[in-house]
């Protein structure tokens, strides 16, 4: 072992005439604060090829994201690239494709929307990153930029905004009309339709995204610390 090395990571400890060292153990506490940031996560992005996000899939065709700053849509079988639309920055979103159009969000802060052909239909600046995955239910339009959840018409107009205390990276999931979203300010919230908090749960750690019992009667995390009701 390289004691001499990492000494500071260890510490003397005797049983009977053996000598050995053990790694001293973090407290919960430490390691949660530890933990990385949205900011820390997401906000310098360098560009570059990588793929971040999953794909989307519709009729035969995948459409993914890019780190190069663009969205691509391919041909499923072949690989042939159909088309690209150039963002302003590097994309990390999952994009959607929902009602004949494909939605997906840039840090360059704005959220697009193109129609099948990759054509630009509108586009809306948001006021922060956008790494959070969009979801459609029927003519209407979630998506989170920052800390600042959103839902959009179809037109790309805000019909109401919901604001956490942290960045969001999750994919918004809809049960019994009750939108659910979570936050690295370490809360899972259930919203109704109209933006409206029915109630929030403290998870005790940064949460990517909630945790559904598939027979819609529970919502959990990894870690369980308290409930409020509004």
Partial sequence: MDYDSK?????????????YYVVESKKPEEI??????????????????????????HDGVVYFSSLDTHVYALD??????????????????????????????????HFYCLDLTGKLIWKKHLGDIIVSYPTGVVDKIFIAAGKTFFCLSEQGEELWKFVTGNGIFTSPTLVNET???????????????????????????NVSTPLIFSDN??????????????
């Fill in 32 to 57: 949660i604060a530890a933990a990385p940031t949205f900011e820390g996560l997401f906000q310098n992005i360098p560009k570059g090829g990588s793929i971040a996000a999953m794909p989307g899939f």
């Fill in 7 to 19: 000494k500071e990571d260890y510490k003397n400890d005797t049983e009977g005439e053996k000598k």
């Fill in 76 to 109: 499923a079988e072949t690989g042939e690239m159909i088309w690209k639309f150039k963002t302003g920055a590097p994309a990390m979103t999952a994009p959607l494709v929902h009602n004949k159009r494909v939605y997906f969000g840039s840090h360059d802060e």
């Fill in 179 to 205: 939108i659910f979203i979570s936050s690295f300010d370490k809360h899972i919230y259930a919203l109704d339709m109209n933006g409206k908090l029915k109630w929030k749960f403290g998870a005790g750690h």
């Fill in 217 to 230: 009667k529970a919502l959990f995390t990894l870690k369980k610390r308290e409930h409020h009701k509004t």
